[in-house]
């Protein structure tokens, strides 16, 4: 029997990251078993990790430590939270993906309390280190002086984990408040063959000043795609913004452009003696290049949902209270749920997945099409 904490990953979608993750060599924690419904993915995952399927969580070994419960909650009307429930009942530390509705979120902080065991939110993307990096900068800008403005951009599948990424970057959500975004006019509306697919949420976050451009439209049939972007955030200070380009890099930190009064008296642009004139204008803060999606799917994420583990371990070995440490996610879900008030029900989208084009195929285009432009 190997002494290391016993962890079962509940659900096989989103849930194959965690099971990368608990499949990495030197992994501190043992695989005990995969809980689904008993689906044909469901059975080969078990299989390939070499650990039991369990189809209830009756069947689940008392010696299981930790649960990773990787499943829709009420939200998407799906079982997550009663599962996580279940486990608590029976003495098991959860990690329960988000998002999750605030009412939700604080009935498990009680129930984790109440059975004395550790309850954690898992939004995934934090733990990412493109955005890690961002969150290190951003915190190191703010010591310095105050923000202001963030300007963000997601999917609405994404909304609530762009919650906890502010959150974390500017040190906390509250004051918090938003605007109706408005609308166009059917005039201008007209004017184009596209439908508009963001909406503009004009507000307040953590004092700071928000605009946060949401595309508010899902495809029923595909749920997980049909995003135009992720995550995407500039942090404004004195002295220059700061961007998480996307999700997964790279994160660019741009001076805030700035004509000196000499330059004014000069008889050229650029003869004044500032400094500053000599800073690059643009500074990958890390490596400039973002990772491929295969290495994002194979590397990234499981690495990111292993430091996730790995912190709610923490939390246990260290005996918190789930309730205290839960009030930040609290204030996330009730963000996210304020947002998702003025922006309304997501546009469905119809039709095929879209087509990715990469860098290369765009720039051979431009090459044979815009030989005089530099690449």
């Excluded at 990495?24 to 005990?32: D, M, S």
């Excluded at 246990?316 to 029900?345: I, M, T």
């Amino acid at each position: 029997m190997s002494d290391r904490p016993r962890v079962v990953v509940c659900g096989t979608g989103f849930g194959r990251v965690h099971l990368a993750a608990l499949e990495r060599p030197g992994t501190p924690f043992e695989l005990a078993g995969v809980l689904a419904r008993g689906g044909e993915r469901s059975r080969l995952c078990a299989e390939r990790a070499g650990v039991p399927l369990f189809t209830d969580v009756d069947e689940i070994p008392a010696e299981v430590d930790l649960a990773c419960v990787v499943l829709l909650a009420d939200v998407n009307g799906g079982p997550g939270s009663q599962v996580a429930a279940r486990l608590m009942e029976r003495g098991v530390h959860v990690l329960q993906e988000a998002p999750l509705l605030h009412d939700e979120l604080a009935a498990s902080l009680r129930a984790a309390r109440r059975n004395r065991v550790v309850f954690r939110v898992n939004t995934h993307y934090v733990h990412l280190d493109p955005v890690r990096r961002f969150v290190a900068a951003a915190r190191t800008l703010l010591a310095r002086g105050p923000a202001l403005f963030v300007d963000a951009a997601c999917g609405v599948q994404v909304s609530y984990t762009m919650f906890d990424i502010l959150g974390q970057a500017l040190g906390g959500l509250r004051p918090w408040g938003f605007a109706e975004p408005g609308r166009l006019p059917e005039t201008v509306r007209r004017l184009s063959e596209s439908a508009p697919p963001f909406r503009t949420v004009e507000g307040v976050l953590a004092g700071v000043p928000l605009t946060l451009r949401v595309q508010n439209q899902l495809h029923p049939a595909d749920p997980d795609n049909h995003a135009h972007l992720l995550h995407r955030i500039t942090l404004g200070v004195e002295g220059g913004t700061l961007t998480l380009v996307n999700t997964h890099g790279p994160v660019l930190w741009s001076p805030r452009p700035h004509l000196p009064a000499r330059a004014r008296e000069l008889t050229a642009l650029d003869g004044a003696e500032d400094e500053h004139l000599d800073f690059p204008s643009c500074v990958p803060v890390g490596p400039a290049r973002a990772p491929s999606y295969r290495e994002i799917l194979g590397e990234m994420w499981p690495a990111g949902a292993g430091r996730a583990i790995d912190a709610a371990w923490e939390a246990v070995r260290s005996n918190r209270d789930p309730l205290k440490e839960g009030q930040y996610h609290l204030s996330v879900s009730k963000a996210w749920q304020d947002v998702a008030a003025v922006l309304g029900y997501p546009e469905r989208l119809a039709g095929p997945s879209p087509r990715p084009l990469s860098a290369g195929d765009l720039m051979s285009a431009m090459t044979a099409e815009h030989q005089e432009v530099p690449l």
